[in-house]
């Protein structure tokens, strides 16, 4: 039986969006904004109006130099917010680390488990194999609170960073393919802004198609990130604070999905569902059809 997110990569047409929901104090981008039931479940219902195929629900922030959240406070963040976000109809992922918290959330109607980390591979994978779940495994070294951040890491860190990504991620994916997690359900994540510097994240986007060549569904999360600022604006003292990245992370988000990215991660669904309709009709017209 295909699971959730295989049927939806199976029908699509053009890259799915994956709208995001941080029932966090501690957010990079949004921190704070959704701790209320009402204001979070708003808020899903919007990201759902505006085009999203996937919401992507968390509870522990992942900016660097951020607190790890244990299982219970997790759990009681997310509250009622993923059984909500299921009778809308919509796929729903959980962004977690912690198989603890990934379980509670798959028993609550999630269907895809989201982990920033590559060190639950197995666990997650088992999980995921008996609940009939997909998984998405995203590239990052260390964890959040040892992570320096904010696109300031040692450029020398890696000797070819896509070749170095593509070898430590699919080493961890071999571990969880080996725990039952069937092939198409595991989604690449090159983990854009996660113990990279903007060159790095720069250098993903742009030979994004050597990852999707690795034959898995890519997922890309440029939303908001501070590599688009400094990407943007190099030499710049201070960077453009997140609500002022919105046209960098469209220029990433198409750039992307034109080198194979199946899934693109963003706060701003409006913007970037209405950017990729435009983009397809430019492609399709280039090709010929009328």
């Not at 966090?24 to 505006?50: K, M």
């Not at 399709?284 to 059809?289: C, H, K, T």
Request: net charge negative; aromatic share 4%.
């Amino acid at each position: 039986m295909s699971s959730p997110l295989r049927a939806l990569l199976s029908s699509r047409r053009g890259a799915l969006v994956m709208g995001v929901c941080n029932r966090t104090p501690d957010s990079f981008s949004d921190g704070g904004r959704f701790l209320d039931d009402a204001a979070a479940v708003a808020h899903v219902r919007g990201l759902v109006i505006e085009g999203a195929h996937i919401l992507d629900i968390g509870a522990e922030s992942t900016r660097p130099g951020a607190s790890l959240i244990d299982a219970a406070e997790q759990i009681r963040r997310i509250g009622g917010l993923i059984r909500a976000s299921v009778e809308l109809g919509v796929v729903v992922s959980i962004d977690t680390t912690l198989p603890d918290v990934a379980a509670w959330a798959l028993g609550e109607g999630a269907r895809i488990v989201n982990t920033v980390s590559l060190e639950p591979a197995a666990e997650l994978g088992a999980l995921c194999a008996r609940s009939g779940a997909s998984l998405v495994l995203m590239h990052c070294r260390g964890s959040m609170t040892d992570m320096r951040g904010f696109s300031m890491y040692d450029d020398a860190a890696y000797e070819d960073v896509v070749a170095d990504v593509a070898r430590e991620w699919t080493e961890a994916a071999e571990r969880a393919l080996a725990e039952g997690l069937p092939r198409d359900d595991l989604v690449l994540d090159p983990g854009l802004g996660f113990a990279k510097n903007a060159r790095h994240s720069i250098e993903l986007c742009a030979r994004l198609d050597e990852l999707a060549a690795l034959g898995f569904p890519v997922l890309v999360g440029p939303s908001r990130k501070s590599f688009v600022a400094r990407a943007a604006n190099p030499d710049a003292s201070a960077l453009a604070p997140p609500d002022e990245r919105l046209g960098g992370t469209i220029a990433a988000v198409l750039a992307c999905v034109s080198g194979g990215a199946a899934i693109v991660r963003v706060h701003d669904v409006k913007a970037v569902v209405q950017a990729l309709a435009v983009a397809a009709a430019i492609d399709a017209r280039r090709g010929g059809d009328a």
